[in-house]
């Protein structure tokens, strides 16, 4: 198994158990569902910015300002891009992606964004 595929079954299997346990609900009684489909892609999206957001406070980003940061931020940095990628992940197994359609997407637009560069 490769790291992206042992990444993916690790979300899959949180995922699945989020939706079992805490939720009482599963990830196709969801997809089944555009209104459970919908509130679930929110939510989502919104944990996504919120994470985002938090990986931003990470970084010295204010022109006017200068943050000192502590000697742990890069490990901080990385700690919340991580998260990021735990919901984005989620996000793509909620809406039914597989691993290798994430990864055949990701080379195939990899090339676009190549090309305009």
């Not at 490769?2 to 949180?14: G, I, P, R």
């Not at 735990?86 to 190549?114: H, P, R, T």
């Amino acid at each position: 198994m490769d790291k992206l595929e042992e990444l993916y079954k690790l979300q899959k299997s949180f995922t699945e158990r989020f939706f079992i346990e805490k939720q009482k609900t599963t990830l196709a009684d969801i997809r089944s569902s555009k209104e459970e489909l919908v509130k679930w892609n929110k939510e989502y999206i919104l944990a996504l910015i919120a994470e985002a957001t938090e990986v931003l406070n990470e970084v010295d980003w204010k022109m006017h300002k200068d943050m000192k940061l502590p000697t742990d931020a890069r490990d901080r940095l990385l700690e919340e891009s991580i998260d990021v990628m735990k919901f984005l992940i989620g996000l793509m197994i909620v809406n039914g992606f597989s691993c290798d359609e994430i990864y055949f997407m990701f080379k195939a637009k990899s090339a676009v964004v190549e090309k305009r560069l």
